[in-house]
Each structure stands twice: as structure tokens, then as C-alpha cells.
């Protein structure tokens, strides 16, 4: 009987590292999926940048349509190194990525919505990170327009980097999924498609293995995973505050996706794995992780200014941490009403969605 229950939890382990592999490739691949349609236009939407507001929401839709932050930030450095774009006015663009950066998990949470109380808490979970970010922008966008802290603060830091360079991160996360990706993206290309209708093909796959591999994920984690894991996380992440900061740290700096790490979250959340008062350090540590992508960009481009950039991205995410991480209390508040309002109607997080991430910044670019 105890062969038996170590066979079946090596199994489930097993099944449970492939349907997580699927879950990494999906999310790679609606990236991957976005960039094919929309990178060009994302960056000639960077162009456009006098305006504080009109640069935050461009950040906003670029990252909402590339599914990646780093890609936004990295892109905005090698723009700032290349002349394109100044540090002042790059740095509204970094704040509106770090907001768009959270339609991921948004999305992933969207998987959870058949099963009501599921999709409260991965709703909840998800929002979280959301009204962090929306709040971090509302209280230093105007102190950076007016002050310009976190550039002073950048550019002291830049005068000890000057001399580094060629420096260049590599994720293993990215290499392990890359190929299936890539090989997955070359069978579309392959049908000789026009590209609107290639691009609708991959995020119907990418969401259908999206939503798979969150369904089996939930299923085992919920089963007889439930007690292992639970005392996993108790004891060496989401123990205390610090050690949850730290390991959403180190975990998106190596992978390089904070995308990636927060949408995680979202099935341990809906599984009751995970609070919402433990994710929200572990939250703050992957918006902190992810700014090291664009910092090792910077290094490669021997430009102080592009550096700067960088580090104003680190500096704007520490110090959104350092105000709101004592007063989470209002983000998690906010994050659970909503949820509340969605479990009710869940047209609601549709409609979110689609405001936040698309209508409200695309109004504003036109208007």
C-alpha cells in the first residue's frame, strides 16, 4: 500500500511538472502569439511620448499586446540607447508596462471562471496585483512629473555602472520552453495563413493549453498534493513577508518573467493553497525580479542613459513596495471587492479587462 502511494505521488508529480510545462508554454506562446501581430505597431506607439499620461497608457497597450514587461522595458532601453526616445520621457512608458504586465495573470485567472468560487479568489489574486501597480503610478507619476525623483535617484545610481558592459542574462526557464514554442509557431507560419487569421489560430490554442493545464494544475495541487504543498510553501516561502519578498525576487529574476511567476499564483490561490495576504509580498518581489531583465539590457548597451532608464524601473518598483507593502491592507481590499462584484456577474471581469487594459489607454492615445 506504501509502494503503491509513493508510485502515485511520483506519478502525479510527474504529470503535474508536464502540465506545468504546458502552462509555461501557453503563456510564452500568447506572447509569442501578440508579438507576431502587433511588436512593430507596440513600437511605434513609443514615439508618441511628450505627454506623461499619453506615455503611461502607451506602456499599457504595448505591454498588453507583447504580454511581456521585459520586452516593453528592454525595448524602451535599446530605444533610449539608440536616441529615440530621453530618460523623461521613457520613464511613463516603464510605470504603464509594469500596469500592463498584469493582464496576464488577469487572464490566466479567467481560466478559473466556470468554477464560481475558484474564480473569486483567482480573480481576487489576480486584481491584486493589478490595483498594486494602478496605485504605485498614482502616487509617484505626478511626484516624477514634477520632482523627478526616481530619474535623480537612476542616474547616482548610473555613476556606479558606467564602465559595465556586455553583460547579457539568459533565462532557463525561456530556453526550456523556447523550442517548443518556436516549433509550435513555425506549424502556424507553415499553413500559409494570412497573418490576422494565423494570430487568432495560436491564442485560441495557446488559451485552450492554457486552460487545460490550469484545470489539471488546480485538480492535482487541490488532491493529494493539498498537505505536502501547503507545508511547502508554510515553511520555505510564504512564511513570513521577507522570505515570500525574497523568493518572488529570486524566482522572476532568474526566470525573467514576472508574468510568469505571478500567474503561478493564481491556481494555488483558487485552490486555497495560497492567501491573498501571503501572494502579496511574493506579488512585490516579482515586480522587483522582473526590472533585472531590462538592467542587464542596459549593461549590453554601454549608454548611461539607457542604464539610468533601467534603474528607474528598479527604483520605481522598490518604492511602490515601500509604500504600499505596509499599507496592503488597500490594494487587497480593492482586489477583493471586485472579485466580490465579478463572482456575482462575471461579464465584470470581461468587461475589466477590456477597460483597463485596452479602451481607457486607447481612448486617451487618440483623444
Not at 61 to 67: F, N, R, Y
Request: no cysteine; hydrophobic share 55%; proline share 3%.
Amino acid at each position: 500500500m506504501e509502494k503503491e502511494r509513493n508510485y502515485r505521488w511520483i506519478f502525479d508529480l510527474l504529470l503535474l511538472l508536464a502540465f506545468l510545462y504546458l502552462f509555461f508554454v501557453s503563456v510564452e506562446l500568447i506572447g509569442e502569439g501578440f508579438k507576431f501581430l502587433g511588436k512593430g505597431f507596440a513600437r511605434s506607439l513609443f514615439r508618441v511620448t511628450s505627454n506623461p499620461l499619453v506615455g503611461l497608457v502607451i506602456g499599457i497597450l504595448a505591454t498588453s499586446i507583447v504580454q511581456s514587461s521585459s520586452t516593453t522595458t528592454s525595448t524602451v532601453v535599446g530605444m533610449v540607447a539608440g536616441g529615440v526616445l530621453n530618460i523623461r520621457h521613457a520613464i511613463p512608458i516603464i510605470m504603464g508596462a509594469n500596469i500592463g504586465t498584469t493582464i496576464t495573470n488577469t487572464i490566466v485567472s479567467l481560466a478559473h471562471i466556470t468554477r464560481r468560487e475558484e474564480f473569486r479568489k483567482a480573480f481576487a489574486g489576480a486584481t491584486m496585483h493589478d490595483f498594486f501597480n494602478l496605485l504605485s503610478v498614482s502616487v509617484l507619476l505626478p511626484l516624477e512629473v514634477i520632482f523627478h525623483p526616481l530619474e535623480k535617484g537612476a542616474i547616482l545610481l548610473t555613476e556606479g555602472f558606467k564602465g559595465i558592459g556586455g553583460m547579457k542574462a539568459i533565462s532557463p526557464l525561456k530556453a526550456i520552453v523556447k523550442p517548443a514554442v518556436e516549433l509550435l509557431m513555425e506549424a502556424f507560419k507553415a499553413l500559409h495563413l494570412s497573418k490576422g487569421l494565423t494570430f487568432v489560430l495560436v491564442e485560441v490554442f495557446a488559451l485552450a493549453a492554457l486552460i487545460i493545464s490550469l484545470k489539471f494544475m488546480v485538480d492535482i495541487l487541490k488532491g493529494i498534493f493539498l498537505q505536502k504543498i501547503e507545508g511547502f510553501f508554510d515553511a520555505y516561502i510564504f512564511r513570513n513577508t521577507g522570505l515570500a519578498l525574497f523568493w518572488g525576487f529570486f524566482i522572476t529574476a532568474i526566470v525573467q518573467s514576472s508574468s510568469m511567476t505571478t500567474s503561478l499564483l493564481i491556481p494555488l490561490i483558487a485552490g486555497g493553497i495560497v492567501t491573498l495576504e501571503a501572494a502579496f509580498p511574493f506579488t512585490l518581489g516579482a515586480n522587483i525580479g522582473t526590472t533585472f531583465t531590462a538592467i542587464m539590457a542596459s549593461f549590453a548597451t554601454h549608454n548611461p542613459a539607457a542604464i539610468t532608464v533601467a534603474f528607474t524601473h528598479l527604483l520605481f518598483n522598490l518604492s511602490g513596495t515601500a509604500i504600499f507593502l505596509p499599507l496592503k491592507r488597500l490594494p487587497i481590499g480593492m482586489a477583493r471587492l471586485l472579485a466580490e462584484v465579478a463572482h456575482k456577474n462575471r461579464w465584470v471581469a470581461l468587461v475589466y479587462v477590456l477597460v483597463v487594459f485596452f479602451l481607457i489607454p486607447l481612448g486617451i492615445i487618440f483623444l
